[in-house]
């Protein structure tokens, strides 16, 4: 009997709909979409948009996770804030939140919308923080070799930018 009714239930995540039909759980609320989620400068951007009803107030929520689910959705393991949102009469909105928390490169961010009754949708699609910083190869601007009779050599490299003391003493840069 178990087993007849657990293959009747769908665990999916429920698509989002043009237009909210309100007939179902949490009233079928839109999960956000996200468009790009950026750590630079330590803190992380969140951008994306989220369809519903029109010129409804709604909360987004964002949260990171060091990997998505396995449905390729957010599970929401760190909370990294929230924002407000009103859509306009053709039920879009859209939003950008920049948490002072600094997600690392390669985790996922997911959000989720409230409506002003508390209806809560799935967590989105899992999106893989990017960063925009690029590292430009090191250029050496000259060298000096100092040595003196039996002393040992010692070689001056002058680079082109500023190095981070920590990396630039560890062999293996």
């Known amino acids: 009997a178990i087993a007849n009714f657990l293959s009747t239930v769908d665990l ?3 698509p989002n709909a043009q237009s909210p039909s309100g007939t179902g759980p949490n ?5 956000p979409v996200i468009a790009s ?9 969140v951008q994306g948009t989220l369809q519903s009803t029109p010129n409804t107030a709604y909360q987004v929520q964002v949260f ?3 990997t998505p689910g396995a449905s390729g959705y957010g599970e929401g393991q760190v909370y990294l804030g929230q924002k407000s949102v009103t859509t306009g009469a053709n ?6 939140l920049a948490s002072s928390t600094a997600v690392p490169v390669g985790q996922v961010i997911a959000a989720t919308a409230i409506d002003p009754s508390g209806n809560t949708s799935e967590f989105s699609k899992a999106v893989t923080v990017t960063s925009t910083v690029t590292t430009a190869p090191l250029q050496v601007q000259s060298i000096q070799r100092i040595a003196a009779g039996k002393h040992a050599t010692s070689i001056v490299l002058t680079f082109g930018q500023a190095l981070n003391p920590t990396s630039a003493e560890s062999l293996a840069n």
């Open 91 to 96: 039920g879009l909105a859209t939003f950008a």
């Open 37 to 45: 989620a950026v750590t630079e400068g330590g803190a992380t951007t």
């Open 27 to 31: 009233n079928l609320q839109n999960f």
């Open 64 to 66: 990171s996770d060091p």
């Open 12 to 14: 999916g995540v429920v």
